[in-house]
């Protein structure tokens, strides 16, 4: 591929999607461009470039976009994060949003929905505790077609075995010919919406848990910090965020601190000391 | 070094299993039916069985039945991992007292996160 091509390009997705491509990651770019390429006829990367130069397309823009995102996801992705979130973060919630019986959980780059719907099916094992409660999971994504997947709710027998308890599928789980598909008293629980993270979050409204994972890895330092902070300023001061196993607050702003013990998870830096102890990082 | 008996009538199998398992730090034996494998147990009980459910002899829902049945052993987890994936196998095998189950084909992330659900790793 020529340099100023892959300038180009990746001027582009950086750009659209805040993804950062260094110049090793050029087999990446041939990797998932190439069928884009292929499937519109093209025989190649290079055409693929000229054409998006020459006819400017929006919609080969965000073609190209969505086909360099990383959708991969599983149910209970790490495991800890979820244990967390029933044993900590619902029975702080209970308390502390008694008041108005109201809870908002956003899913920042939910890809194929496994995070928003374990989430979900969480909160379905304890519903006789939330009833007079809304509850509203919001799973959003940049990339159409995993939105389009996630709200199937329809998943391969490799996807539903990877961090999948046998007895959630057993539970929540319909198979349909070679695919499992998710109960509709699930799936109701969950709304996804296309937004994109570079964008302002205030169509969003505020949110007591935020699980943004996996995705601020892509981004550059700037963008990690800019991000995180416009979530601070969604969420309340006893509001709860989750990150990545690979990716960390620390060193990039001071608007979140860890806990102690609890992987993952992130409270704002003037977090009350009870939040903190609730959390479990006393 | 925890044990695990592989039980499964396809040489094949019971070999990628082995290699799966070994990289897992498990001490591996193996069985080609559910009566082999009932006997491999009277010797000394893996702490976890990887089942296959057709099987000559014996299957593995037969062996399941018969181990929880044993009074006084203490009791190894059972994965299931078979080629039936349907609900109602499914059922059947955990109502018999399976831990976990897979549905074949299998690979080593499937066999990772499945053990990890039932706490061995
Ligand atoms: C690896 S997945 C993470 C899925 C899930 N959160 C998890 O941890 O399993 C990353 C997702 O981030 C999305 N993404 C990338 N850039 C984005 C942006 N600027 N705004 C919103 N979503 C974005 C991608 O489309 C992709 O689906």
Redesign the pocket.
């Known amino acids: 591929m020529r340099p100023e091509d892959f300038e180009f390009l990746s001027r582009m997705l950086k750009r659209r999607?805040?993804?950062t491509l260094n110049p090793d990651k050029v087999y990446l770019l041939e990797s998932r461009l190439t069928p884009l390429a292929r499937r519109r006829g093209l025989d190649g990367i290079d055409a693929l470039v000229a054409e998006l130069r020459r006819t400017n397309s929006e919609t080969l823009a965000r073609e190209i976009t969505?086909a360099m995102?990383?959708?991969?996801?599983?149910f209970f992705?790490d495991r800890t994060p979820f244990d967390i979130f029933e044993r900590q973060v619902l029975p702080m919630l209970r308390q502390r949003r008694a008041a108005g019986k109201r809870v908002r959980i956003w899913?920042?780059?939910?890809?194929?929905g496994?995070?928003p719907y374990s989430l979900a099916m969480i909160l379905k094992n304890q519903e006789a505790q939330w009833r007079g409660w809304s509850i509203e999971i919001i799973g959003?994504?940049?990339?159409r077609p995993?939105l389009k997947k996630a709200e199937a709710g329809l998943y391969s027998q490799f996807e539903v075995q990877r961090g999948l308890p046998i007895q959630m599928l057993m539970k929540y789980f319909t198979q349909v010919g070679d695919q499992w598909q998710l109960a509709p008293e699930i799936r109701s629980m969950v709304k996804f919406k296309e937004?994109?993270?570079?964008e302002s979050f205030a169509p969003l409204g505020h949110f007591d848990v935020i699980?943004?994972?996996?995705?601020l890895i892509?981004f550059d330092q700037p963008t990690k910090k800019e991000v995180l902070e416009r979530m601070r300023k969604i969420m309340p001061s006893d509001g709860v965020l989750f990150l990545?196993a690979a990716e960390t607050v620390l060193g990039i702003t001071d608007a979140f601190r860890p806990v102690r013990g609890q992987r993952g998870m992130y409270l704002p830096a003037d977090a009350e000391e009870t939040v903190v102890a609730a959390a479990g990082g006393a | 070094m925890k044990s695990c008996l592989v039980v499964d009538d396809s040489k094949v199998i019971r070999r990628v299993a082995r290699r799966i398992l070994e990289e897992m730090n498990f001490e591996i034996r193996e069985a080609a039916d559910g009566k082999d494998a009932l006997e491999s147990c009277s010797e000394k009980m893996p702490d976890v069985v990887l089942l296959d459910w057709n099987m000559p002899v014996m299957d593995g829902l037969e062996f399941l039945k018969r181990v929880r049945a044993l009074p006084n052993v203490r009791q190894p987890i059972v994965v299931f991992c078979t080629t039936e994936n349907d609900m109602s196998h499914i059922r059947q095998a955990m109502e018999a007292g399976a831990d976990e189950y897979i549905m074949k084909p299998f690979d080593r992330e499937i066999i990772e996160a499945k053990f990890s659900q039932v706490g061995l790793m």
């Open positions: 999607s805040g993804l969505d995102t990383t959708n991969e996801s599983f992705r899913c920042a780059a939910c890809s194929t496994q995070e959003t994504d940049i990339a995993v937004f994109n993270l570079l699980y943004c994972r996996n995705v892509y990545g």
